[in-house]
């Protein structure tokens, strides 16, 4: 009687090792890998099943997830507080441009958060301010909704998380004049586009920023005012200036503007010199604006004050209003009145984010938001 052969299936194969994300495949501890000490592995030393290997591999690969955030920095050393100033804040939409905003616990830097909180295509990464370290961005500007970025004082660790972005990443700044022109010089060394909105940069620190743009090949805007409103009528003034022969501005402020005449003012006034023309030259019997005795650099009574080609500037003291600036041009028999006015902090919203939009576009160094209207 002829026995019929047993067929004897192959001994089974360890599963693969399972990949996790992109990183290298993790190598399973010795005791996972022996099954000794693994309760659910139901083998000795020396047997490795699918079941442990596979649970063996998970616990491993969270194991190196954990230790790769706290080498991130993603935790720190005390108490494994999270830090969320020091991770780069993921984009809600990958094609929207990462903002960082310095001062913003200022009247401006307030307002800046607010309109690009608001604004479509932009997102808040970063706020810096010395006051109110700790504090929501977005609570703290007034937003209705929480930014869930705290207010930090270390300007160059928030950089360095911008950095990090895959967008290009803006840096928007209303601090003080030193500060602003320091932090500008390490954000273009990070690779961020500034927005300098700050008053009171020297004409050599400008210069020293507009280098520096243009050799990194990075955007870089240096604005005395966003006003919109206020470049809109520059444009208007240079194309009157040649058909007026009298010209004088007549602005009024509010306390917080410290000089007369303001700085408004005084690039109103430059924007229409150097056109070939001498203003306010006709009057008191002289045949040129320098036969005026009546009129210098100080300003005579109720004259004001002569920037430019002889234009003069008058400045009021107004508490109701942020800011008011007329240009007025006259003939012998024709006026002609150009106004722009600011009520609030917000109106320079607009003029922010057109140039946050601008500059990521730009190769080098542009002064003011005009050319960009």
């Known amino acids: 009687m002829s026995s019929t052969p047993r067929y004897t299936p192959a001994p089974l194969l360890p599963p693969p090792p399972l990949h996790w994300g992109t990183g290298p495949t993790p190598t399973p501890p010795s005791d ?32 190196t997830q954990r230790l790769q955030v706290r080498a991130s920095g993603g935790l720190s050393g005390l108490g494994g507080r999270q830090k969320p100033e020091l991770q780069a804040k993921p984009l809600q939409d990958r094609f929207a441009t990462p903002v960082v905003v310095a001062g913003a616990a200022g009247n401006m830097g307030r307002a800046v958060v607010r309109a690009v909180s608001q604004a479509r295509g932009l997102q808040l990464v970063g706020a810096v301010d010395v006051r109110a370290v700790g504090e929501d961005s977005g609570k703290y500007a007034g937003c209705q909704e929480e930014t869930g970025l705290p207010i930090v004082d270390d300007v160059l660790v928030v950089l360095g998380s911008a950095a990090q972005q895959e967008r290009p990443c803006v840096y928007v700044d209303f601090s003080a004049p030193d500060a602003a022109f ?9 690779g961020l586009r500034p927005v300098v909105g700050t008053r009171g940069l ?7 920023l507009s280098e520096m743009a243009d050799k990194s090949s990075l955007g870089c805007v240096v604005a005395p005012s966003f006003s919109i409103g206020l470049a809109l009528l520059q444009q208007a ?16 402020l509010s306390d917080i503007e410290a000089t007369r005449p ?3 003012a005084l690039e109103t006034a430059n924007s229409i010199s150097g056109l070939g023309r001498i203003f306010n030259a006709g009057e008191g019997g002289g045949d040129s604006f320098w036969d ?12 004001g004050a002569v920037v430019g080609d002889g234009v003069r500037v008058h400045s009021l003291r107004s508490r109701g209003k942020l800011s008011t600036l007329e240009m007025l041009f006259s003939s012998p028999h024709e006026t002609y009145t150009i ?11 607009p003029g922010v984010l057109l140039a946050i939009r601008k500059v990521v576009g730009l190769k080098g160094f542009v002064y003011g938001i005009e050319i960009m209207i």
């Open 32 to 63: 996972l890998a022996t099954g000794a000490g693994d309760p659910h592995s139901g083998a000795s030393g020396g047997e490795r099943t699918g079941t442990s290997w596979r649970e063996g591999g998970m616990a491993n690969a969270m194991r």
């Open 262 to 264: 303001s700085l408004d």
């Open 182 to 190: 320091e932090n500008s010089k390490h954000a273009m060394a990070f």
């Open 237 to 252: 003034a240079q194309s009157a200036a040649f058909h007026y022969k009298y010209a004088e501005i007549v602005e009024s």
């Open 202 to 208: 020297t004409n050599k620190q400008i210069s020293k």
């Open 339 to 349: 106004k722009a006015e600011s009520l609030s902090y917000d109106a320079f919203a």
């Open 292 to 303: 005026m005795p009546s009129v210098s650099t100080e300003g005579g009574p109720g004259e």
